[in-house]
């Protein structure tokens, strides 16, 4: 299975596993599965840092290159596909990274590992 991380997701598996449902803890478990991280959860960590939303132990940078590290997650740049096809998706939901991760998980077919109620109003195949 291919599973696109969201940003709430990549950072539970890294210091609040028990927040993960069961379901998305096994997948991430199963060394069979591809699992992908997208450079706009990057951005989104690194904003909300600065703003002082999100407390972290470490910087964004050194947090984000360990996860991906020690749990074999593939890294996925943003392209001009994932923009273009933003366009498609209806205004159900007003976050701009959440809604670039469903574009991207749209145009690759990706299950996307999201916990958020506003995200699974979408037509993405949704793993929680």
């Known amino acids: 299975m291919n599973i696109l991380l969201d940003t709430s997701t990549f950072l539970w598996m890294i210091d609040e596993v028990e927040r993960l449902s069961p379901k998305v803890r096994e997948a991430l478990e199963d060394g069979r599965n591809r699992l992908v991280f997208h450079q706009a959860s990057s951005w989104e960590i690194q904003i909300k840092y600065q703003l002082g939303k999100l407390p972290l132990s470490n910087p964004p940078k050194e ?14 740049p943003m392209s001009d ?7 498609k998706l209806p205004e159900l939901h007003r976050d701009p990274f959440d809604r670039i991760l469903i574009s991207y998980a749209l145009c690759e077919g990706l299950k996307f590992a999201s916990p958020d109620p506003e995200v699974h109003k979408y037509p993405v195949s949704i793993l929680w």
Do not use: D, P
């Open 63 to 76: 947090i984000v290159e360990k996860g991906l590290s020690a749990h074999g997650i593939e890294y996925q």
């Open 81 to 87: 596909a994932e923009i273009w096809h933003l366009q």
